[in-house]
């Protein structure tokens, strides 16, 4: 008997965000039909594809026309449309180049634990980056990465890289960004992100502060993001893409 009730949807939903969740059904591949996944759930084609269209509202999956449904990866493509929200002062958006700074392993603080939801003074990464926009200093990203989500993370791993940061993660440690939380406020620069973004002391910055998901609200990194702001700027498109 085909299940239609409000259980049978979110019960369905469920289902397949823990294969999601469990890598089951990895970046970039098709996951089955709609009536194949009717057939094994019990329930009709209309409460599958309620399940599948809010999965895609959530960007946790993509349907490509004319060739199913696929899980997300993290392509440039995707990243400058989804998460990336620097563009220049003339509006132009690209994705930027990333010159490593420093790797290295400390322990974290009660707000940054509290941040990526682990214990007080467990080990993590502190990774530093500057991000250029065609040879132009642009962004200083400090990024903070739990050890045990990422063990064996090396320093090649920031400096040798030719894809995205998340697109990495989900093809090293199968680990897919759905969603962040954002902070911003301006501050001014001091000495050290000042120099390294070629600005006078004090001159104001945009400072973003960015906590990233992956299933079930689980923080995969906290960052702080400094912005050069006399040449770039946020933006959002409320509501849409």
Known sequence: MVKTTEFAYKRVKYALTE????????????????????????????????????????????????????????????MLNVFFRIESSEGVRELPNSKLLSFEKIRASKVISKKLAIKPYEKIYRVKTLLSFRNQPAIVDEIYLSEKMFPNLSESFFSDRNETLYGLFQRVYGITVLNISETIEAIPGNQYISKLLKLKINLPLLCVNRVAYAYKGKPVDMRIRYIHSSKYRYFNNLGGG
């Open 19 to 78: 294969l999601l969740r469990q890598n089951k059904w990895r970046h970039n591949q098709a996951i089955p039909s709609e009536p194949i996944l009717a057939s094994r759930y019990q329930v009709s084609i209309g409460t599958i594809r309620r399940a599948i269209n809010e999965l895609v509202a959530e960007n946790i999956l993509v349907r490509e026309q004319g060739r199913g449904t696929f899980v997300v990866s993290h392509t440039p493509d995707y």
